[in-house]
Antibody, heavy 120, light 111 residues
């Protein structure tokens, strides 16, 4: 079955960078897009970007361009998100999610989330 | 500020029908992009309940339905049950932002 396993919680100071992961299993890793969505405490969902794994390309929401980077390791079916120049408002749960179909934007499968806390 | 507008909250009694609107614009829903809907319980990841405007994933009760018209979409839940109490989000694509959008979310309370 499809599973997305995310790395553990992180605590970082303002201005630092954080890198966390999403390990996929149960399907052909490079055949599906992988999305990243975050949710600040008590707030709604916010789309951050997408890894188009078949061509190893990425696209980011305008808000995060220049501050976020998605990379992949096909040998371990893992995608990494790195967010730099952290601000207090980056405190959130970060989810990876996969579409129902290969190029799908309807997110049928979700990781359990990684909590990133930015605190001085 | 989200450009997909949802009411912050809706409520209904058990057995009733509720609808949750999602209002967009000509650059997203009105441009023909699909609308998807998610249900989220506190402390858990969202769950897809409607995809492609009107389709239910396997395992989602038939009480959930979706519709789309013009620049708006709507999620309807009939025969409301206590277990439906959750947050609901619409999602679409926006051509001007070249990316995915979520609505601000609606908290459904079952009275």
């Amino acid at each position: 079955q499809v599973q997305l396993e995310q790395s553990g919680a992180e605590v970082k100071k303002p201005g630092a960078s954080v890198k966390f992961s999403c390990k996929a299993s149960g399907y052909s890793f490079t055949s599906f897009y992988l999305h990243w969505v975050r949710q600040a405490p008590g707030q709604g969902l916010e789309w951050m970007g997408i890894s188009k794994l078949s061509g190893d390309t990425t696209r980011y929401a305008q808000k995060f361009q220049g501050r976020v980077a998605l990379t992949r390791d096909a040998s371990t079916s893992t995608v990494y998100m790195e967010l730099s120049s952290l601000r207090f408002e980056d405190t959130a749960v970060y989810y990876c999610a996969r579409g129902r179909l290969q190029t799908g934007y309807d997110l049928s499968f979700w990781g359990q989330g990684t909590l990133v806390t930015v605190s001085s | 500020q989200s450009v997909l507008t949802q009411p912050p909250s809706v409520s209904g009694a058990p057995g009733q029908r509720v609808t949750i609107p999602c209002t967009g614009s000509s650059s997203n829903i009105g441009a023909g992009y699909d609308v998807h809907w998610y249900q989220q319980f506190p402390g858990t990841a969202p769950k897809l309940v409607i995809y492609g405007n009107t389709n239910r994933p396997s395992g989602v009760p038939g009480r959930f339905s979706g519709s789309k018209s013009g620049t708006s979409a709507s999620l309807a839940i009939t025969g409301l049950q206590a277990e439906d109490e959750a947050d609901y989000y619409c999602q679409s694509h926006d051509s001007s932002l070249s990316g995915v959008l979520f609505g601000g979310g609606t908290k459904l309370t079952v009275l």
